[in-house]
């Protein structure tokens, strides 16, 4: 018989195994550390012939786009960033490929693009919304391209201002090229309004000024028509955009630049109580879904719905009534909504490779450059003011109405730590409509766990 | 009855022991040997998959162990007193009262059963100590102004151990209901057996679709006959009282199949004669159940009960994909707070430190329970 291992040598071995472990912790790899690369010396002959990797959430709708590379055809996000992806491999004059790393859907995207970095397997081009690119940058796990972009021949002018503030540090240094802004707006059923008596002679539809005004519609178009005046999406985050909307339109913050939690204010007092008003009232209903609102809504049985700009082509597809996008209603002193950009980043490489770098910041500002057939396409505003201010935009149906959301669009500033203060804030926020909380135990309870999220 | 049980005759002598010291070592090195070859495969996957992991995780859960860098700083039990911890804590004898009162149910049921003799006292008491603890530590509560430093662990901890407590005993009564319907030859018998085990076989994401689609409001099957009933629609998953208890649902139409397959195994395992015995005797069907059946399958109890146990503290799949956690955090558990902090927050140390809190916690319950019940048997 072998000789038993003693507890004492038990003891030993795995007091031994934690310390090693402890040890090859203390060497972990140190966080990155990406430094500006000069792609500005990247000639064409190395560009020539790269093969480079994107990641996106937008699917792969291969099969409905095939080699398209006419960007007016696509009719969904999908589709436009598939063809404008073909387009770049058809017609950039290096002869670079871009190819689509097999992506996750938008719920999960973030979880994948974590463990790629883990694993040091990041693509080379990265679509990334604004708020998480501190998370990212604040590592040193991105390219900084303040330096970079003019030598991929983007032109920071024409950007509008909350698009370039969406990718711009405290310090001022720039992680993103921008590609879209998207934001709330509300999607009116003009037929139902009318019947309500809230459009005007000349055909406009008429939108509250104020909280008590917002109700006042409501109760008027209920007695009316019989139906829901105003929906939106619970489990999508609506009431928190809401709210950061009706804090933003109060001049005040959620967070300010600097990083601190300004939950619990008095302006994020009145905003949640506007919204847990509405609940309580029967006005809005906290168990309606992003499904069951949107069909709802389609169904002609709700007036208004507020989501955002990406569904307005697919709404202005199948609504069976009058309809109209337009920005959302201002309820106190100043316009102001909840808004996120789409950009490009470029993760940062092992090899730091600047070929590879300045490839991928091409294909970024093709993006750009191409940026009003995806503005066209799907409902997104363009960052760009020469798009958003040109006569062919401002004729394209429903564009009109909202193209002033980009001018008061309201970013939520680069702070680390966003997407889990944003969760603990919407899920403290909601204990008021699902729990009965007070709304200033909502606060109380929101304000420490968004500072805790992002200490 | 035939014993396969082979006994050695009590007249038979006890082998002599083998001549010389020199043979005993040579022997016994051979045997260490042999032992060392056949043990060798399962010790390298278990020290490869669950040592060195849970070493790792007890190293990582001391530090601020980024996911993205893979950094540790901070060494320290930050992590824990962020998870345990918080500001303004209180003890209160009404705190969490229900919970409390089902735990000393327990304990007054343990101590009954070490009296009457079916349970050892030590066994009782090694039982019962640990769970008065708990009832005082029950109590503590943040008070005005205060709160935990992590409520989300807390509120997914109390949802893990509802989702325990209540999905168990349905997929062990349900098993056993559904392995004594089917216990019988014939083919609708087959034709049954294979139906309830059937959803076993489809993947999480399959389940969950079919559920989601059963339950929702406005086109799901559970909708049209409850408005035909007169009750209306509910949004089961989208409500934070009945969100939970949808999983636990689909839960147990998913698993229960398997557990029906262990009892069904463990039911043709019990000796027939038993019965016709018992019959002759005059035993009615109830008296066999419960003189004949559940003692004939307590092993298989045992092994259910537990295995459940352990499958039911690590729910995540159906919640992640039914409901998220939510409405609210009605319905989050604590994988899928191990899940969201160590990837989407980066904080794997954090994570790490959930993780062995769900393991000791796995242990401890696992292991009161195997010996309460083997205690029981002998």
């Given at each position: 018989?072998?000789?038993?291992?003693?507890?004492?040598?038990?003891?030993?071995?795995?007091a031994?195994?934690?310390?090693?472990?402890?040890l090859?912790?203390?060497?972990?790899?140190?966080?990155g550390?990406?430094?500006?690369?000069d792609?500005?010396?990247?000639?064409?002959?190395?560009?020539?012939?790269?093969?480079?990797?994107?990641?996106?959430?937008?699917?792969?709708?291969?099969?409905?786009?095939?080699?398209?590379?006419?960007?007016?055809?696509?009719?969904?996000?999908?589709?436009?960033?598939?063809?404008?992806?073909?387009?770049?491999?058809?017609?950039?004059?290096?002869?670079?490929?871009?190819n689509r790393?097999?992506?996750?859907?938008?719920?999960?995207?973030?979880?994948?693009?974590?463990?790629?970095?883990?694993a040091?397997?990041?693509?080379?081009?990265?679509?990334?919304?604004?708020?998480?690119?501190?998370?990212?940058?604040?590592?040193?796990?991105?390219?900084?391209?303040?330096?970079?972009?003019?030598?991929?021949?983007?032109?920071?002018?024409?950007l509008?201002?909350?698009?370039?503030?969406?990718?711009?540090?405290?310090?001022?240094?720039?992680?993103?090229?921008?590609?879209?802004?998207?934001?709330?707006?509300?999607?009116?059923?003009?037929?139902?309004?009318?019947?309500?008596?809230?459009?005007?002679?000349?055909?406009?539809a008429?939108?509250?000024?104020?909280?008590?005004?917002?109700?006042e519609?409501?109760?008027?178009?209920?007695?009316?028509?019989?139906?829901?005046?105003?929906?939106?999406?619970?489990?999508?985050?609506?009431?928190?955009?809401?709210?950061?909307?009706?804090?933003?339109?109060?001049?005040e913050?959620?967070?300010?630049?600097?990083?601190?939690?300004?939950?619990?204010?008095?302006?994020?007092?009145?905003?949640?109580?506007?919204i847990?008003?509405?609940?309580?009232?029967?006005?809005?209903?906290?168990?309606?879904?992003?499904?069951?609102?949107?069909?709802?809504?389609?169904?002609?049985?709700?007036?208004?719905?507020?989501?955002?700009?990406?569904?307005?082509?697919?709404?202005?597809?199948?609504?069976?009534?009058?309809?109209?996008?337009?920005?959302?209603?201002?309820?106190?002193?100043?316009?102001?909504?909840?808004?996120?950009?789409?950009t490009?980043?470029?993760?940062?490489?092992?090899?730091?490779?600047?070929?590879r770098?300045?490839?991928?910041?091409?294909?970024?500002?093709?993006?750009?450059?191409?940026?009003?057939?995806?503005?066209?396409n799907?409902?997104?505003?363009?960052?760009?003011?020469?798009?958003?201010?040109?006569?062919?935009?401002?004729?394209a149906?429903q564009?009109?109405?909202?193209?002033?959301?980009?001018?008061?669009?309201?970013?939520?500033?680069?702070?680390?730590?966003?997407?889990?203060?944003?969760?603990?804030?919407?899920r403290?926020?909601?204990?008021?409509?699902?729990?009965?909380?007070?709304?200033?135990?909502?606060?109380?309870?929101?304000?420490?766990?968004?500072?805790?999220?992002?200490? | 009855?035939?014993?396969?049980?082979?006994?050695?005759?009590?007249?038979?002598?006890?082998?002599?022991?083998?001549?010389?010291?020199?043979?005993?070592?040579?022997?016994?090195?051979?045997?260490?040997?042999?032992?060392?070859?056949?043990?060798?495969?399962?010790?390298?996957?278990?020290?490869?998959?669950?040592?060195?992991?849970?070493l790792?995780?007890?190293?990582?859960?001391?530090?601020?162990?980024?996911?993205?860098?893979?950094?540790?700083?901070?060494?320290?039990?930050?992590?824990?007193?962020?998870?345990?911890?918080?500001?303004?804590?209180?003890?209160?004898?009404?705190?969490?009262?229900?919970?409390?009162?089902?735990?000393?149910?327990?304990v007054?049921?343990?101590?009954?059963?070490?009296?009457r003799?079916?349970?050892?006292?030590?066994?009782?008491?090694?039982?019962?100590?640990?769970?008065?603890?708990?009832?005082?530590?029950?109590?503590?509560?943040?008070?005005?102004?205060?709160?935990?430093n992590?409520?989300?662990?807390?509120?997914?901890?109390?949802?893990?151990?509802e989702?325990?407590?209540?999905?168990?005993?349905?997929?062990?009564?349900?098993?056993?209901?559904?392995?004594?319907?089917?216990?019988?030859?014939?083919?609708?018998?087959?034709?049954?057996?294979?139906?309830?085990?059937?959803?076993?076989?489809?993947p999480?994401?399959?389940v969950?679709?079919?559920?989601?689609?059963?339950?929702?409001?406005?086109?799901?099957?559970?909708?049209?006959?409850?408005?035909?009933?007169?009750?209306?629609?509910?949004?089961?998953?989208?409500?934070?009282?009945?969100?939970?208890?949808?999983?636990?649902?689909?839960?147990?139409?998913?698993?229960?199949?398997?557990?029906?397959?262990?009892?069904?195994?463990?039911?043709?395992?019990i000796?027939?004669?038993?019965?016709?015995?018992?019959?002759?005797?005059?035993?009615?069907?109830?008296?066999?159940?419960?003189?004949?059946?559940?003692?004939?399958?307590?092993?298989?109890?045992?092994?259910?009960?537990?295995?459940?146990?352990?499958?039911?503290?690590?729910?995540?799949?159906?919640?992640?994909?039914?409901?998220?956690?939510?409405?609210?955090?009605?319905?989050?558990?604590l994988i899928?707070?191990?899940?969201?902090?160590?990837?989407?927050?980066?904080?794997?140390?954090?994570?790490?430190?959930?993780?062995?809190?769900?393991?000791?916690?796995?242990?401890?319950?696992?292991?009161?329970?195997?010996?309460?019940?083997?205690?029981?048997e002998?």
């Amino acid at each position: 018989m072998t000789r038993p291992l003693t507890r004492p040598a038990l003891l030993r071995w795995s007091a031994l195994s934690v310390a090693a472990l402890t040890l090859s912790a203390c060497g972990g790899a140190a966080a990155g550390s990406a430094e500006t690369a000069d792609l500005a010396a990247v000639t064409d002959d190395d560009l020539e012939g790269l093969t480079i990797t994107v990641g996106d959430f937008f699917g792969d709708c291969v099969d409905a786009v095939g080699d398209e590379t006419d960007p007016t055809v696509g009719t969904t996000e999908c589709e436009t960033m598939r063809i404008l992806n073909n387009k770049f491999n058809a017609e950039n004059p290096w002869g670079i490929t871009v190819n689509r790393e097999a992506g996750s859907e938008w719920s999960v995207y973030y979880d994948a693009v974590n463990s790629a970095f883990a694993a040091d397997t990041a693509p080379d081009i990265l679509f990334m919304h604004a708020a998480n690119i501190p998370d990212y940058a604040g590592r040193g796990l991105l390219l900084p391209l303040d330096d970079s972009l003019e030598a991929a021949g983007i032109d920071t002018a024409d950007l509008t201002e909350p698009a370039l503030a969406g990718v711009t540090d405290g310090q001022g240094a720039v992680h993103g090229v921008p590609h879209d802004l998207h934001g709330n707006l509300v999607h009116l059923n003009m037929d139902l309004l009318a019947e309500a008596g809230l459009v005007t002679a000349e055909g406009e539809a008429v939108l509250p000024t104020s909280p008590e005004e917002l109700v006042e519609h409501a109760e008027q178009f209920e007695q009316a028509t019989g139906r829901q005046y105003i929906a939106w999406a619970n489990d999508f985050n609506i009431p928190f955009r809401m709210f950061w909307t009706l804090v933003a339109q109060q001049g005040e913050t959620v967070i300010s630049d600097e990083g601190e939690a300004t939950v619990d204010t008095e302006a994020g007092r009145e905003a949640l109580g506007v919204i847990a008003d509405l609940y309580s009232r029967g006005i809005a209903q906290p168990e309606q879904t992003y499904d069951s609102s949107q069909q709802a809504w389609l169904n002609g049985e709700v007036g208004m719905l507020v989501n955002g700009t990406w569904v307005v082509n697919e709404y202005s597809r199948s609504a069976s009534f009058d309809y109209r996008a337009l920005d959302f209603p201002t309820l106190y002193d100043q316009p102001g909504v909840w808004a996120n950009s789409h950009t490009w980043v470029v993760p940062a490489q092992e090899d730091a490779d600047p070929a590879r770098y300045r490839a991928a910041l091409e294909y970024a500002a093709f993006m750009l450059e191409n940026n009003e057939a995806w503005a066209l396409n799907t409902g997104h505003l363009s960052p760009l003011t020469s798009v958003l201010e040109s006569d062919f935009y401002q004729q394209a149906d429903q564009r009109a109405g909202y193209a002033t959301t980009a001018e008061f669009a309201s970013l939520v500033p680069q702070v680390d730590g966003w997407q889990g203060a944003e969760d603990a804030l919407a899920r403290a926020l909601e204990t008021v409509w699902l729990t009965g909380a007070s709304v200033e135990d909502a606060l109380a309870a929101a304000q420490s766990q968004v500072a805790s999220q992002l200490d | 009855m035939v014993s396969s049980t082979k006994s050695i005759p009590a007249t038979q002598a006890p082998p002599a022991p083998p001549a010389g010291g020199r043979r005993t070592s040579a022997s016994s090195r051979r045997e260490a040997r042999t032992a060392a070859v056949f043990l060798a495969p399962f010790l390298l996957l278990f020290v490869a998959f669950i040592l060195y992991p849970v070493l790792q995780a007890v190293a990582m859960s001391l530090f601020d162990w980024d996911l993205l860098t893979q950094s540790a700083t901070d060494f320290g039990l930050d992590n824990y007193v962020r998870m345990l911890g918080g500001t303004g804590l209180t003890w209160s004898l009404t705190s969490m009262l229900s919970w409390r009162l089902v735990l000393l149910a327990v304990v007054v049921t343990l101590a009954l059963a070490a009296r009457r003799g079916r349970l050892g006292a030590r066994t009782a008491a090694v039982t019962a100590a640990p769970l008065l603890l708990l009832v005082l530590a029950l109590g503590i509560h943040p008070g005005p102004g205060g709160q935990w430093n992590d409520p989300r662990f807390w509120a997914a901890l109390r949802h893990t151990v509802e989702f325990t407590v209540v999905a168990t005993p349905l997929l062990v009564v349900g098993g056993l209901a559904m392995a004594l319907l089917v216990n019988r030859k014939g083919r609708s018998s087959a034709f049954y057996r294979t139906a309830f085990f059937l959803p076993y076989v489809l993947p999480v994401s399959v389940v969950t679709l079919i559920w989601i689609y059963l339950l929702n409001p406005d086109r799901g099957l559970v909708a049209w006959l409850t408005e035909r009933l007169g009750l209306g629609a509910v949004d089961y998953l989208n409500e934070p009282t009945t969100a939970l208890p949808a999983v636990i649902l689909t839960t147990v139409w998913w698993t229960v199949g398997f557990t029906m397959i262990l009892f069904l195994a463990g039911l043709q395992d019990i000796e027939p004669s038993l019965y016709e015995a018992a019959s002759l005797d005059g035993a009615g069907r109830w008296d066999s159940f419960l003189h004949i059946t559940v003692p004939g399958l307590k092993r298989v109890t045992v092994l259910v009960v537990v295995s459940q146990v352990i499958a039911s503290f690590q729910i995540f799949g159906q919640v992640y994909l039914m409901t998220r956690g939510g409405p609210g955090d009605s319905s989050l558990v604590l994988i899928q707070h191990v899940y969201e902090s160590g990837i989407r927050d980066s904080a794997l140390g954090y994570a790490s430190a959930l993780s062995l809190v769900l393991l000791v916690v796995i242990l401890v319950v696992s292991l009161a329970q195997l010996k309460l019940l083997r205690s029981e048997e002998s």
